[in-house]
């Protein structure tokens, strides 16, 4: 994986992690609703895109 797939990669995560919690709430998601609770989200998003940055390279994958 290079360094320009992590912004999808935890884009995908985190949704499945939202969609996960919305129906643990029994409660149907709309894309609306969706992109929503995605978007309080943002520091989530932050932080772990920073994580992955960081592992990648400390494995020694070129950013691209």
Excluded: H, W
Excluded at 2 to 9: E, H, L, R, T, W
Excluded at 17 to 45: N, S, V
């Amino acid at each position: 994986m290079s360094a320009a797939a992590i912004f999808p990669a935890v884009a995908v995560a985190l949704a499945l992690d939202e969609l996960d919690r919305m129906k643990a709430m029994e409660c149907l998601p709309g894309p609306e609703a969706l992109l929503l609770r995605l978007q309080t989200r943002t520091l989530d998003f932050n932080v772990l895109t920073g994580v992955c940055a960081a592992y990648l390279k400390a494995q020694g994958v070129p950013n691209e």
